[in-house]
């Protein structure tokens, strides 16, 4: 069996270290695992001590890494999936070994067997890229990261997950980087789930709030930043777009407006209220989720649940799409009465408009977290694509 000290770049020079952190080198490294889909299967909330001190060991076991020297960068010639084999994968195998994504009874070889088609996808998806199994270009580049870097991310994640600790019974954590929202009651995640967040020129706002109220099968009224940016230049090239889509325009006392009064030639038009009728085209979907805020954001469904596929899910422009609507409202009504399972679903395809205060209102928290550790396995990274970190 290699030793993953020997895999590290003064392992592969001299097969000589010096020992490392006992916790650099635990066997749970092996074993674990993350969602094929990106999201960790683990209980553990983000916002949590435990998620604070596995951010701290990971740390210190990437600096760890770094000081033996890390690993040797390797240029990308050709794209690396199962049945592949030479020299490269070689390489990958004993890569992928270092960090625990490959048991390393398993580094040896050269070819991309089932145990290193897991190993690649494991590492695809705690590092927020496309899980497929090949290693193309854009997994070369992460596993190419020197650990010195990982280890700078790591450290500096450490003060904004000390700053965001929370301890409410009930509570929703959208993590922007991740482009994922846990539900979080007593202590432990009940659900983990994709979400789609701001675009970096459109950035979803860190924030804390409560949600105190649902509106199904909402109207949207659509902000004048979009009106400006987007519903004129397609009006301009689509002039039937407003009624295909479902929507009207009102004066700021609600009396309507032709389209064809309005000079698209200028931004005439965000002077005028757009607003968008209940129904299949909506933006919203069927539900919009409220909290007090400055932002003027809010948590929403989506006619378009094909973006909650991609590994990168920055497409909005500030509010965050919520995967899995149903099970997300059923949650956070549970305890307001008359809103059983079967209520929210019968109200999720009925199509009548409703507004539902909460009973007992639900912390959220936006937050920004791009490394961090976790009680039994690699490390997780995402891109800092605010660049409010560390560039990573």
Not at 83 to 101: K, Y
Not at 282 to 293: D, Q, S
Request: proline share 6%; net charge neutral; aromatic share 8%.
């Amino acid at each position: 069996m290699l030793d993953r000290r020997s895999l590290l770049v003064g392992g592969l020079a001299a097969a000589t270290f010096a020992s490392a952190p006992a916790h650099a080198w635990d066997g749970a490294f092996d074993t674990a695992s993350a969602r094929m889909d990106g999201l960790q299967d683990v209980e553990t909330p983000l916002l949590s001590a435990t998620t604070l001190h596995a951010t701290r060991i990971a740390s210190e076991t990437y600096a760890g890494w770094a000081a033996e020297g890390g690993w040797p960068a390797y240029p990308f010639t050709q794209r690396l999936s199962l049945g592949a084999q030479g020299n490269d994968v070689s390489w990958l195998r004993q890569r992928l070994a270092v960090t625990g994504d490959l048991a390393t009874q398993y580094g040896a070889g050269t070819v991309v067997d089932s145990f290193v088609d897991a190993a690649i996808r494991r590492f695809q998806a705690r590092h927020g890229l496309t899980v497929d199994g090949v290693a193309g270009a854009a997994t070369f580049e992460a596993l190419n990261r020197p650990a010195a870097d990982r280890a700078r991310s790591l450290t500096a994640n450490i003060p904004r997950l000390q700053a965001a600790l929370v301890d409410d019974r009930r509570q929703v954590t959208v993590n922007v980087p991740s482009a994922q929202i846990e539900m979080v009651e007593d202590g432990a995640v009940v659900l983990r789930q994709s979400a789609v967040v701001g675009q970096p020129n459109r950035a979803t706002p860190l924030l804390s709030s409560k949600i105190h109220e649902i509106n199904f099968n909402p109207y949207w009224h659509v902000p004048k930043s979009i009106i400006r940016r987007d519903l004129i230049p397609i009006i301009r090239r689509d002039p039937d777009y407003l009624t295909r889509m479902g929507m009207r325009i009102y004066t700021g006392n609600w009396k309507e407006v032709s389209p064809s009064s309005i000079d698209w030639s200028t931004d005439e038009a965000t002077n005028y209220v757009f607003r968008q009728e209940p129904g299949s085209r909506n933006a919203l979907g069927r539900v919009r989720i409220n909290f007090a805020n400055q932002h003027s954001v809010y948590l929403h469904d989506t006619p378009d649940p094909g973006l909650f596929g991609d590994a990168s899910r920055f497409h909005s422009s500030g509010c965050v799409r919520v995967q899995r609507i149903p099970e997300f409202v059923t949650w956070l009504l549970k305890d307001t009465p008359g809103w059983s399972t079967e209520a929210v679903a019968e109200f999720l395809t009925n199509g009548q408009r409703r507004d539902v205060a909460i009973t007992n209102p639900v912390p959220v928290h936006f937050v920004y977290i791009t490394a961090w550790g976790v009680p039994a396995g690699p490390a997780q990274f995402r891109k800092d694509i605010y660049s409010l970190v560390d560039g990573s």
